[in-house]
C-alpha cells in the first residue's frame, strides 16, 4: 500500500523541479503528511503482528494529530478546487473539474468516518483494524485518480488504472475469505459502501446541474 502511494505521489512532485513550477507549498506539505500516514499504518501493523500492543498503542495518539492535519490541509485543497471556477471553460471541463471536487469530498468524508470509528472501536480489535484499514483505502483512489487522469495517460490506461485499484480496493475482502471463511461485516458493508457513493460522487452527481452548482460555490 505504501509503495503504491510513494508510486502515485511521485509524478507530480516532480513538477516541483520544472522551472514555472506553480505547486504550492500546502500541496507539498499535504503530500509529505499523506505519505506520513502510510508509514505510520505500516509501523502499526508491523507493531501488531508483532505482539507489541504497548507501543502501538502509544504511536495510536500520533494517528489523531495526522488524521487533524490531513482533514485541515485536505479541506484546503478542496476550498481551492472549488474557487477555482472559470467562466471559460466548456460543459466537459466543468464536469471534469467538478468530479475533481466531489471526489476530494467523497474521500474526506469517508476517510473521516472510517477513522472516528477505528478509535470508538479501538478496545476491539477486529472491528478497530477492519476501520482503519478501510480509513487508509479509502485514500487510496484520490491518489490513484491524480496519475490516472494525467494528459500523458492514454485513455485506455486511466480505465485500467481505475479498474485495477477498485480490485486492489476489493483485496480485504479475498483475504477475509481465505483466512476466515467469511467475510467480516465492516468489510462486507463498507467496501461496497464506500465504492458506490465514490461511483456517485464522480461520476454522476458531476453531470448534473446542481453537483455542479455545489462544486462551485463560491
Avoid at 485541515?72 to 485543497?77: A, E, M, P
Avoid at 483512489?141 to 485500467?160: D, F, G, H, M, N
Avoid at 465514490?198 to 463560491?218: K, S, Y
Wanted: with cysteine; charged share 10%.
Amino acid at each position: 500500500m505504501l509503495g503504491l502511494m510513494v508510486i502515485t505521489v511521485l509524478p507530480h512532485y516532480g513538477k516541483i523541479l520544472e522551472p514555472e513550477s506553480t505547486v504550492s507549498v500546502a500541496l507539498v506539505l499535504h503530500g509529505i503528511f499523506y505519505l506520513g500516514w502510510f508509514v505510520l499504518f505500516m509501523v502499526q501493523s508491523h507493531l501488531v503482528a508483532g505482539g507489541n500492543i504497548p507501543l502501538h498503542r502509544g504511536l495510536g495518539y500520533t494517528s489523531v494529530w495526522l488524521f487533524g492535519i490531513l482533514l485541515f490541509s485536505g479541506t484546503g485543497l478542496l476550498v481551492e478546487v472549488m474557487q477555482s471556477y472559470d467562466p471559460g471553460w466548456d460543459s466537459g471541463e466543468v464536469a471534469a473539474r467538478a468530479s475533481f471536487a466531489w471526489g476530494i469530498l467523497h474521500t474526506l468524508v469517508c476517510f473521516s468516518i472510517f477513522y472516528m470509528l477505528g478509535v470508538t472501536f479501538r478496545k476491539r480489535s477486529h472491528l478497530h483494524k477492519r476501520f482503519m484499514l478501510l480509513a487508509s483505502l479509502s485514500m487510496i483512489s484520490a491518489s490513484v485518480t491524480r496519475v490516472a487522469y494525467l494528459p500523458e495517460i492514454p485513455a485506455a490506461a486511466t480505465k485500467l488504472s481505475l479498474l485495477l485499484t477498485y480490485g486492489f480496493l476489493l483485496t480485504p475482502i479475498l483475504i477475509d475469505r481465505w483466512h476466515f471463511g467469511k467475510v467480516h461485516p465492516v468489510l462486507k458493508w463498507g467496501l461496497p459502501t464506500y465504492i458506490g457513493t465514490q461511483i456517485l460522487c464522480v461520476t454522476v452527481l458531476p453531470t448534473t446541474r446542481v453537483g455542479q452548482i455545489l462544486a462551485f460555490p463560491f
